[in-house]
């Protein structure tokens, strides 16, 4: 049998602790944690995104605030609302929504957000403490996957973890995390060669690529745990749906564990979003 891995579940036991820990340190303290959010633009997908965060941060008793910018918004002026959150001692956690508009550098932005309020983990500082098993903020989807993987399977030591996709916000971190487990990790991206040989040696496959149902059934070890990262939007029979990097129908034939899209990896994401925050501000009160 199959398990599926329950996003949702195991977010919920998050939360659950986050919001105890949460009042432990607003008792101790007197300070109430403080997220912003910042969305430039109106593309659709990040507006849900953005508007659970900041639903979220509210239930877990942050002050939360969020900032809708219009899609022509120029550097300086998104420079100054950064610095202007940066400055303000009631924002403890600062997330700039991603990806921005083609006008807008992205890298400047991730190098502006003050380190100790980058709840999203990019910042080149804290890219760093992360490659150095240091970390205090970790990217908030691959620490999701890992909760969940920890949760499959207890100790990840000796196991073989593919990642399949290389990007800022998960492939690279999510490595960098499997690696601090103890996996052997093997990274493959759109130029990688013999993609599936090297799926199918996973005893762990973490798919965030992107491209909607691009991992086969065939792809995948009998037994292996896989995490499905993509978010993919996608008509079938007219009806629009959101599908995964996975094909979920083949793979669960297949895997010995599998995160289903929706109500896997995203309610993760979010919780531990939420988490970060209480530890930025835990590190700007103590
Ligand atoms: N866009 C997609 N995922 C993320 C994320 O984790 N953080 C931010 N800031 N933008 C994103």
Not at 38 to 43: A, C, K, R, S
Not at 57 to 65: E, K
Not at 212 to 230: H, L, N
């Amino acid at each position: 049998m199959t398990l599926l891995i329950d996003g949702k579940k195991i977010s919920a036991a998050v939360v659950e602790q986050l919001a105890i820990d949460t009042k432990t340190f607003i008792a101790e303290f007197g300070v109430t944690p403080g997220l912003a959010v910042v969305l430039v633009g109106d593309d659709p997908a990040s507006q849900v995104y953005v508007r659970n965060k900041v639903k979220q941060a509210t239930a877990a008793g942050f002050h939360s605030t969020e900032h809708r910018l219009p899609a022509d918004t120029g550097q300086e002026e998104l420079n100054a609302l950064v610095e202007q959150l940066n400055n303000d001692p009631s924002v403890h956690g600062i997330l700039v929504q991603l990806p921005l508009p083609e006008q807008l550098n992205e890298p400047e932005i991730i190098r502006l957000i003050a380190a100790e309020k980058d709840v999203d983990g990019f910042h080149p500082l804290n890219v760093g403490a992360l490659a150095s098993g240091m970390a205090e903020l970790i990217p908030c989807t691959p620490m999701g996957c890992m909760i969940m993987l920890e949760k499959t399977l207890g100790d990840l030591s000796g196991k073989h973890a593919v990642v399949v996709g290389r990007s800022n916000i998960v492939g690279k971190p999510m490595a960098a995390l499997l690696l601090q487990a103890n996996c052997t990790v093997t990274v493959v991206h759109s130029r990688s060669a013999e993609i599936e040989a090297i799926c199918r040696q996973a005893d762990i496959l973490v798919a965030a690529v992107g491209r909607p149902e691009m991992i086969r059934g065939s792809w995948i070890k009998p037994g292996a745990t896989v995490i499905d990262v993509g978010i993919n939007a996608v008509e079938k029979d007219g009806k629009r749906r959101l599908v995964g990097d996975v094909a979920f129908g083949e793979a669960s034939e297949v895997a010995g564990a599998i995160s289903p899209v929706p109500g896997g990896v995203g309610p993760m994401t979010i919780a531990c979003l939420m988490k970060n925050t209480l530890t930025a501000a835990r590190q700007q009160v103590s």
